[in-house]
Every structure is written in C-alpha cells, then in structure tokens.
T-cell receptor, first 113, second 111 residues
C-alpha cells in the first residue's frame, strides 16, 4: 500500500525549544492530518489540512499542506512538558475511498526539563 | 457534538477464548466506522471499515471479524483468540472531509 515517510522517528529536546517534523510521500494526497497520542490513549486530532498550500495554526502548533500535495510539516513552538507524546501524520489519497487514511509511523517527542 | 466511546478499556483473555470489543458513536448519523490495531505504541494498521449497516470491508486476513448491527455501533470479535492478537485496538469514525476521530482505545492481552 501507500506509505508516508515521517521523520524524525524520535526527538529529544529541551523545554522551550521549537520542534519540527514532516511527512513525505511519492503519492498525491487531498487531505493531511496531524494527530497526537499520549500513552495508553487514542490519537487526538490536532490539525486538519484540506488544500494545497494551506497553513493552519492551533495555539503553538502550525502545520502546512505542501504545495505539491505530497508532503506536510508540523511545527511546535516553545515546547512544554505536556507536548510529550507520539505525533502521527496521516493522509487521504487523491481518489481514495472510505477506507481511511494512510498513517506515518510516528515521531516520538521527548522533552527534557 | 460528536463523541465516540469504546469498551472495555483493558481486557486480559486466555488463548482460545472469544473476544468482543464494542464501539458507539453519538451525535452523528451514517458515519464511516473503523477498527485499527496498534503495536508497540506506533504503527496504526487498519483492520476493518464500514460505510453502512451490515457493510464490512476487511483490510487484512486475520483471526478477527467485525459487525455493524446498528448505524452507530461497531463490534470487533473473535471466536478463538491467538497470542498474536494482543495489542491496542482503536475504533474511529469519519464523515466527509476525509477526517477521522479515534476512541480511547482498548488494550487486549492474550495470555
């Protein structure tokens, strides 16, 4: 099936630093989504992007839908301890059906106080 | 607003025993419903999805089955669990705009 390449796999940063992660694919997507998952819980939707070039913010989080429709990035500014978790990108393929999304393998964010 | 709830939250079952995980969605009608499995804290694998009552699509051959007896109810079952069925199971719903929302998850340990 289609794959999303999400990087980095893990990040060890200091509290207060900015964070950047991205997802790329060789396929074209018509939707990009970013989720955060805390241990033992379901992923929570952070930001949804529906148009190429779209830049959307949610508090300290900013995500963009790449102009080529094959990539997306998520930035977190001034990280705080509660940002710890696993961040997943997900995309819905152009022409895809109701069979859900293609997920990246996740970026594990670890923050050192 | 829409809500999704799945249960039980944790389950420890012996090998060969049956399984039933249930998921319900409130605040919407005719949603798409999904069951995912997650291993080791990452790697979401789509198991089943449904676009309507009684309509089930399976993504991978496995020891599990799914049913949708009502519009907003989705059930994951097994007649005989295997050790390899252990994992974190997530129900999700979606409706247009290609966005899906996850439940709280269910931890299954097969012993």
């Amino acid at each position: 099936g289609q794959q999303l390449n999400q990087s980095p796999q893990s990040m060890f940063i200091q509290e207060g630093e900015d964070v950047s992660m991205n997802c790329t694919s060789s396929s074209i997507f018509n939707t990009w989504l970013w989720y955060k998952q805390d241990p033992g819980e379901g992923p929570v939707l952070l930001i949804a992007l529906y148009k190429a070039g779209e830049l959307t913010s949610n508090g300290r989080l900013t995500a963009q839908f790449g102009i080529t429709r094959k990539d997306s990035f998520l930035n977190i500014s001034a990280s705080i301890p509660s940002d710890v978790g696993i961040y997943f990108c997900a995309g819905h393929l152009l022409g895809g059906g109701a069979d859900g999304l293609t997920f990246g393998k996740g970026t594990h964010l670890i923050i050192q106080p | 607003s829409q809500t999704i709830h799945q249960w039980p939250a944790t389950l420890v079952q012996p090998v060969g025993s049956p399984l039933s995980l249930e998921c319900t969605v409130e605040g919407t009608s005719n949603p798409n419903l999904y069951w995912y499995r997650q291993a080791a804290g990452r790697g979401l694998q789509l198991l089943f999805y449904s676009v309507g009552i009684g309509q089930i699509s399976s993504e991978v051959p496995q020891n599990l089955s799914a049913s949708r007896p009502q519009d907003r109810q989705f059930i994951l079952s097994s007649k005989k669990l295997l050790l390899s069925d252990s994992g974190f199971y997530l129900c999700a719903w979606g409706q247009g705009q290609n966005t899906i929302y996850f439940g709280e998850g269910s931890w299954l340990t097969v012993v």
